[in-house]
């Protein structure tokens, strides 16, 4: 038989024993409880959600859907309910049987959120008003940060419930952008998906003209979350990319609405923006190198007058990629000028 706690209990007593300046009972407490012991079953944590037959959610983790406000994130949220419930949504179906949904809104008014109440009904193949005894949804919006943080805890005493869908986490404190309050939300979350042997999965939203999740929040989450992903509203179609997973990548998706409803498609064609090397051979037309930061100025002033505006953001990724395939060269002097190769394939490239 292998050594079990009990003996490394002992074990551990004695090394404190040994030390000159001893260690608090409370810290020699955790150390015992947290030491890896391989000589007992150690299971991979069970799967709630598979995507397209690999792992995108279990127990005792959580994950992140980012996007901007109008991408659909809700509808993306309402899949997963659906998949967990029904068995199956999309490319999304359940991995281990259903069980309860804690649905927490924080910011929508009660009609909307009735309208995501019913959309779940009707992916599970339920009547609209009817309450669903597999899922509870709390509406949050009229309270403050602080009672938010508690209902969410305390609900999961209450409901235990197998998968929770919280959005989102950024309206559980005053400040995102707040360091403390950011490490302590990050970590309730971790805390509770392993107390209560569950999967979280909270929204945040990005930064516009990226895809970054925003703020030390954001940041925080995007660090210890399972799986992230970015919701991207291409025209009616959304597309959703994977930003991290633990496992092997899924494939990215992409969804539409349907009747009300959320349905997985085709993932659109990355749209191109025409006449690249047009557009930097007027910018640069005066020969002279130029720094990354002012062509980034240059590629906003320029698209902006031909009614496509770009963000900041976006503009850097066009001059990247310009750099990447040769459109423009970096000088030794660190300036972009004009390269004189010519590019017969500028339609097909990913801007």
């Not at 994130?73 to 259903?98: D, P, Q, V, W």
Request: glycine share 8%; charged share 25%.
């Amino acid at each position: 038989m292998g050594v079990n706690l009990f003996d490394l209990g002992q074990e551990l007593a004695q090394r404190q024993a040994e030390t000159q300046s001893g260690v608090p009972r409370e810290v020699m407490d955790i150390i015992t409880a947290s030491r890896l012991d391989l000589t007992r079953d150690n299971p991979d944590p069970e799967a709630i959600l598979l995507c397209n037959g690999l792992p995108f959610a279990t127990r005792g983790n959580f994950s992140v859907i980012i996007g901007l406000p109008g991408s659909r994130k809700s509808f993306l949220m309402t899949i997963l309910a659906g998949a967990y419930l029904h068995g199956e949504c999309g490319c999304f179906r359940s991995a281990n049987g259903k069980g309860t949904i804690l649905w927490i809104d924080t910011e929508q008014a009660p009609g909307h959120v009735a309208r995501v109440g019913r959309r779940i009904n009707r992916l599970d193949g339920r009547p609209e008003n009817e309450n669903a005894p597999e899922v509870v949804i709390l509406m949050l919006r009229e309270y403050a940060p602080q009672q938010r943080k508690d209902v969410f805890r305390y609900s999961l005493e209450v409901f235990h419930p197998d998968l929770v869908i919280l959005d989102g986490a950024a309206d559980l404190m005053d400040d995102p952008n707040n360091i403390e309050q950011s490490a302590e939300i990050q970590q309730l979350l971790m805390a509770t998906s392993k107390q209560y042997d569950c999967h979280i999965s909270t929204v945040v939203h990005c930064n516009p003209g990226n895809d970054k999740a925003r703020g030390h929040l954001g940041s925080n989450l995007m660090r210890k979350c399972e799986t992230a992903v970015t919701v991207t509203a291409q025209g009616e179609v959304s597309k959703v990319s994977f930003a991290k997973t633990r496992d092997i990548r899924p494939d990215d998706f992409a969804f539409s609405v349907v009747n009300g409803l959320p349905a997985v498609c085709d993932v659109p064609a990355m749209p191109r923006e025409d006449n690249t090397r047009e557009m930097f051979a007027e910018i640069l037309s005066d020969g002279r190198a130029v720094s990354h930061g002012d062509l980034s100025n240059r590629v906003m002033k320029y698209r902006e007058s031909a009614g496509r505006p770009v963000k900041f953001d976006r503009a850097k990724q066009i001059v990247n990629n310009a750099a990447k395939v040769g459109i423009i060269i970096k000088t030794q002097a660190g300036g972009y000028v004009l390269s004189n190769e010519q590019e017969g394939s500028d339609n097909q490239l990913p801007f």
